[in-house]
């Protein structure tokens, strides 16, 4: 089973794109387990990186270069433009894994710089950013890679977050939802840009063993008809974005939106799982517009 990311300059939405009638594992909620954990620690870490980069620009520390919802969304297509142009008319394996890998290792790096600059001085964050890269090099082990994963979804988005109204933001996530209904069931692109990035070692997103054991094994086992289950960077990205625009509002706003969020996740899980025939199953959707329910939601209290 798996989420696969497509990806975009930061993340891009997922699907899953395996596709067989093996019956479904019984320890599936054990594997969903281990999802919803990352995705609420996420959300968590994010939040916190969210409030504090609303403190540090309150007290003028530090200045954001401002960004609107607009050059948010012509980014994603231009991203887009170019990683469809790579993937279906670059013909050069070599240069194409090291486009892919240096996409992920520039947001990881950016994403884990940015989020402990929001605490520690740069020399500390520095250091700290050395030894993670040595860490995914020396010992690219699951759970490292999935730490480095989730301190720059946290990172990425409280950057983005902090600038933008939530009413945009619930914009932009259902047109960016209704794009992965189109790009995995219609034009189909999505999927193979997908498997492509998990071919070039180039994983965008939490990688999720069906064990706790299996935490430990190296990254590099992770294939498109592998063992592991991905969720795509994207569907933390995308709510974590709102969730930290809602910090404007109050914390509760947050808190509500964060939970929605894992109620879609959750929906998709169940959608994936109960499935007869694998197939692909865009993710974004259900998770969008839980959170888009969740934000409404509190329009009507505060």
């Known amino acids: ?65 401002p960004i609107s919802i607009w050059q948010l969304f012509f980014s994603f297509i231009l991203g887009t433009l170019a990683l469809l142009f790579v993937v279906y008319f670059f013909k050069f394996k070599k ?22 600059s929001l ?74 840009m997908a498997k492509e990035m998990i071919d070039q070692e180039a994983v965008m997103g939490f990688v999720i063993p069906k064990t706790a054991h299996e935490f430990t094994s190296p990254i590099t086992e992770i294939k498109t008809e592998g063992k592991f289950m991905v969720l795509g960077g994207g569907d933390v990205v995308f709510p974590l974005i709102l969730v930290v625009a809602c910090l404007s509002v109050n914390l509760w706003t947050s808190l509500i939106v964060a939970g929605a969020s894992l109620v879609g996740l959750l929906f998709i899980f169940l959608i994936f799982a109960t499935q007869k025939t694998r197939r692909p199953l865009p993710a974004l959707p259900p998770i969008a517009l839980a959170s888009v329910l969740g934000y409404l939601l509190t329009t009507l209290w505060w």
Request: charged residues 10%; contains cysteine; hydrophobic residues 60%.
């Open 1 to 65: 089973m798996l989420y696969i990311s497509g990806l975009k300059i930061i993340f891009s939405t997922s699907e899953m794109i395996k596709k067989q009638t093996n019956p479904i594992p019984l320890n599936y909620w054990k594997i969903f387990g281990f999802e919803a954990l990352m995705f609420a620690v996420t959300l968590a870490l994010g939040i916190l990186a969210g409030g504090r980069l609303k403190f540090l620009v309150a007290s003028k520390t530090i200045s954001l270069s």
């Open 95 to 116: 240069p194409k894994k090291i486009f892919f890998k240096l996409i992920l290792w520039g947001t990881v790096i950016f994403g884990n710089l940015f989020f402990w």
């Open 119 to 192: 605490w520690l001085p740069d020399i500390f964050t520095l250091l700290l950013l050395v030894f993670l890269i040595w860490a995914l090099k020396k010992q690219p082990f699951v759970w490292v890679f999935n730490l480095a994963i989730m301190l720059a979804c946290a990172g990425v988005a409280s950057a983005l977050g902090i600038q933008l109204a939530p009413i945009w933001v619930c914009v932009m996530m259902l047109i960016f939802a209704v794009y992965d209904f189109v790009a995995v069931y219609i034009t189909k692109h999505m999927v193979k």
